[in-house]
């Protein structure tokens, strides 16, 4: 299985800029978590779905961020406009059962870094 | 929602010491209990888990029993080695604590 993949790795962009970060989960897991990581903050858990429907998005830390979830094999997460703030590694995970028991298998994430 | 506290990094220790690593949750109803960990520029990859009270997850020769009295998860490894640096994730899923350095020296 090739895991959880994501894209872009590294991203560069200046203060205002549109980003939007891409997640493919590993097929026939049918939730989806998308987590910032700082070293400030740690690992915060932003939103999840399952089944494509999003369940929890009480971490989204403002309207800026967005994340939509198209089909079973998708998701994106945007950040428009984007600022020096947002600069973190961004993991998208995913799991075949449910919040509270499943394990969840992470992508390598995206590193993003806002100028 | 779930919620966790874990042992603040970082922490050094000499190759073959003992490791402890202190993790307390609040949880609705009873969650399985994970430890993870991220290896340098990686995701998290799990480590073990518990999925009921008194179980025990274990490991790599990492262990860390569910207590639901004490509604803890200690992560414990009798003698550590080079190889165990890395940051180490408590989670009633998909609460994660902040994570706990740990820098193994030869």
């Known amino acids: 299985d090739a895991g959880v993949i994501q894209s872009p790795r590294h991203e560069v962009t200046e203060m205002g800029q549109e980003v939007t970060l891409r997640c493919k989960p590993i097929?026939?897991?049918?939730?989806l978590f998308w987590y910032r990581q700082t070293m400030m903050r740690g690992l915060e858990l932003l939103i999840y779905f399952n089944n494509n429907v999003p369940i929890d998005d009480s971490g989204m830390p403002e309207d800026r961020f967005s994340a939509k979830m198209p089909n079973a094999s998708f998701s994106t997460l945007k950040i428009q406009p984007s600022e020096p703030r947002d600069s973190a590694v961004y993991f998208c995970?995913?799991?075949?059962?449910?919040?509270?028991?499943?394990?969840?298998?992470f992508g390598e994430g995206s590193r993003l870094t806002v100028l | 929602g779930n919620s966790v506290t874990q042992m603040e990094g970082p922490v050094t220790l000499s190759e073959e010491a003992f490791l402890t690593i202190n993790c307390t949750y609040t949880a609705t109803g009873y969650p399985s209990l994970f430890w993870y960990v991220q290896y340098p520029g990686e995701g998290l990859q799990l480590l073990l888990k518990a999925t009921k009270a008194d179980d025990k997850g274990s490991n790599k020769g990492f262990e860390a029993t569910y207590r639901k009295e004490t509604t803890s998860f200690h992560l414990e490894k009798g003698s550590v080695q080079v190889s165990d640096s890395a940051v180490y994730f408590c989670?009633?899923?998909?609460?994660f604590g902040t994570g706990t350095r740990l820098t193994i020296i030869p």
């Open positions: 989670a009633p899923s998909p609460t």
């Open positions: 097929s026939g897991h049918d939730y």
């Open positions: 995970a995913s799991s075949n059962r449910d919040a509270n028991t499943g394990e969840l298998f």
